[in-house]
Nanobody
Framework: QVQLVESGGGLVQAGNSLRLSCASSGRTFSIYAMGWFRQAPGKEREFVATITWSGNTYYADSVKGRFTISRDNAKNTVYLQMNSLKPEDTAVYYC??????????????????WGQGTQVTVSS
């Protein structure tokens, strides 16, 4: 099993930045890719960004150029640097990971494992 714990959410004004972290533990050697999703009130969960353990990245059009996903393999942690935040970025942000045993779902993670989520609120 793999456990994912997100941190770094909070309340910021539009135009500012936040960095989210997702720390993984357990059978981390089984992870193929990790990514971020978000869910705003009354909306479905949507894909934000993903990164494979080899460093390939992919972004949703809505965040491309503003968000950057990165990883520190030694720390088993993935980060989401969010710049130029907008009120429409307000959502609960979830970290997800895919187990390589089930194959690749590139570019959007299948989500074999999920974190509990962290709230990001952007005020106008």
């Amino acid at each position: 099993q793999v456990q994912l714990v997100e941190s770094g959410g909070g309340l910021v004004q539009a135009g500012n930045s936040l960095r989210l972290s997702c720390a993984s533990s357990g059978r981390t050697f089984s992870i193929y890719a990790m990514g971020w999703f978000r869910q705003a009130p009354g909306k479905e969960r949507e894909f934000v960004a993903t990164i494979t353990w080899s460093g390939n990245t992919y972004y949703a059009d809505s965040v491309k150029g503003r968000f950057t996903i990165s990883r520190d393999n030694a720390k088993n942690t993935v980060y989401l640097q969010m710049n130029s935040l907008k009120p429409e970025d307000t959502a609960v942000y979830y970290c997800a990971a895919d187990n390589k045993m089930f194959g690749s779902s590139w570019p959007i993670p299948r989500g074999d494992y999920w974190g509990q989520g962290t709230q990001v609120t952007v005020s106008s």
